[in-house]
C-alpha cells in the first residue's frame, strides 16, 4: 500500500514547491508567507491552508504534525546577483526561523532550497554553518545542485536543496533523485529524455496581443536589448531558457527576459510556463508582482520529482522491512 505523507511549507510564496508535491500524492496540511499578494495566489490555486504573516510569531507548537517540512528561505541575502552580498545581511538569518520550525515540530524529513550563492558565501563558511546547524537539528543531510532542466523543466535553473532525513528513520536516502533529462546530443547516449526548449514549451501559447483567454498574459514593454548581460540576451528557441529572474524591485524594474522570437519580452504567463506552471494557475496582483512571485518560485515540475523519489524511496524501504 502506497504511504502518503503530511507536509508544512514555510515561505512558501505562490505555492511552486507545494504544488509540485501536491502533483505528487503529498497532503499539504500548513503553509506560510508574508506576501499578500503571493497568499491570494496561493489561497486561489492550493487552499486556505497557508498563513499570511511573519514567520517568526508562529510557534511551532500550534503547527499540525507532518512527514516533511519544506521551503526555500528568502535567498536575497545569499545570491550572486546581489553584489552586495555579505555574511551579516540580516536576510541570510531567515534559515533560522526555517531552524527554529523543524527543531521544534521535528518532522521525519526536511527539504530546503536555496541559490546556487550560498555554497560561496564567506568562503563556504555559512554552507558550513547551516549544514551544521541541521545536523545539530538530529538530521543526516545530504546536498545537490539541480538543474531544473534536468527534470523536464524549460529553464536552465541551477539551485542548491539540502534534503535532511531524522536520525531514527531507518530508510536510505541518496539524494538528489536521478535526472531525467539532458543536453539533446548526451540524451541520444543516455537514453535519458532530451532538455526540453523554450520554444517547445511556448509553441501552444497564443500571442499576447492577439485573441486569448489566458489569464496573466500581458508583457512589460521595457525595450529590448542585446548586450549579453541577464535580461539581455538573444534567446535560442532551440534550447531551455536562461534562469527566470526575480532580479530588480516592485516600481517595474523586474529583469524580463526576451520572448524566443527576439521581438518583444516574455509575459508573466509565459514566465510562468517556462517556471512548469499550469496554464489555469492564476497569479494574484499586479503584473509586476505576477512577474515575481513566478521568478521566486520552485518549479513545480522539478519539485514534483523530488517528491516522487521521496515517496518511492519510502515505499521501497517499506516493502524490503515487510519482507525481510
Not at 511552486?16 to 503529498?26: E, P, V, Y
Request: with cysteine.
Amino acid at each position: 500500500m502506497r504511504t502518503t505523507m503530511r507536509a508544512i511549507s514555510l515561505f512558501a510564496g505562490a505555492g511552486g514547491m507545494d504544488l509540485g508535491f501536491a502533483q505528487a500524492g503529498f497532503d499539504i496540511v500548513w503553509a506560510n508567507d508574508i506576501w499578500p499578494d503571493a497568499v491570494k495566489t496561493y489561497r486561489y490555486n492550493l487552499g486556505d491552508h497557508i498563513f499570511c504573516g511573519d514567520i517568526a510569531t508562529v510557534k511551532p507548537a500550534d503547527l499540525p504534525d507532518a512527514d516533511i517540512m519544506i521551503g526555500g528561505f528568502p535567498c536575497q541575502g545569499f545570491s550572486l546577483a546581489n553584489r552586495k552580498r555579505h555574511s551579516g545581511d540580516t536576510r541570510n538569518t531567515l534559515y533560522l526561523e526555517f531552524l527554529r520550525i523543524l527543531n521544534g515540530k521535528k518532522p521525519k524529513f526536511f527539504l530546503a532550497e536555496n541559490v546556487k550563492g550560498i555554497l560561496s558565501l564567506g568562503g563556504g563558511e555559512i554552507f558550513r554553518m547551516i549544514v551544521a546547524d541541521f545536523e545539530s537539528a538530529g538530521y543526516v543531510v545530504q546536498h545537490g545542485v539541480l538543474n531544473a532542466a534536468d527534470y523536464g523543466v524549460p529553464q536552465r535553473r541551477e539551485r542548491v536543496f539540502f534534503f535532511g532525513k531524522r536520525l531514527d528513520v531507518q530508510v536510505d536516502f541518496q539524494f538528489p533523485p536521478p535526472v531525467t533529462h539532458a543536453p539533446r546530443g548526451l540524451a541520444e547516449l543516455t537514453g535519458q529524455k532530451p532538455w526540453v526548449s523554450i520554444g517547445e514549451a511556448l509553441c501552444s501559447v497564443p500571442d499576447p496581443d492577439g485573441p486569448h483567454s489566458l489569464h496573466n498574459h500581458e508583457y512589460t514593454r521595457y525595450k529590448l536589448r542585446f548586450n549579453g548581460q541577464q535580461g539581455h540576451r538573444v534567446i535560442r528557441p532551440d534550447m531551455p531558457a536562461p534562469t527566470i529572474t526575480a532580479r530588480g524591485d516592485d516600481r517595474g524594474g523586474v529583469v524580463i527576459h526576451h520572448h524566443p522570437n527576439n521581438k518583444r519580452r516574455l509575459s508573466a504567463r509565459e514566465t510562468a510556463v517556462v517556471q512548469s506552471f499550469p496554464l489555469d494557475y492564476i497569479f494574484y496582483g499586479p503584473k509586476t508582482s505576477a512577474y515575481r512571485q513566478i521568478a521566486n518560485a520552485v518549479p513545480p515540475l522539478l519539485a514534483k520529482a523530488i517528491a516522487m523519489w521521496l515517496l518511492e524511496s519510502a515505499n521501497c524501504s517499506k516493502s524490503q522491512e515487510e519482507t525481510e
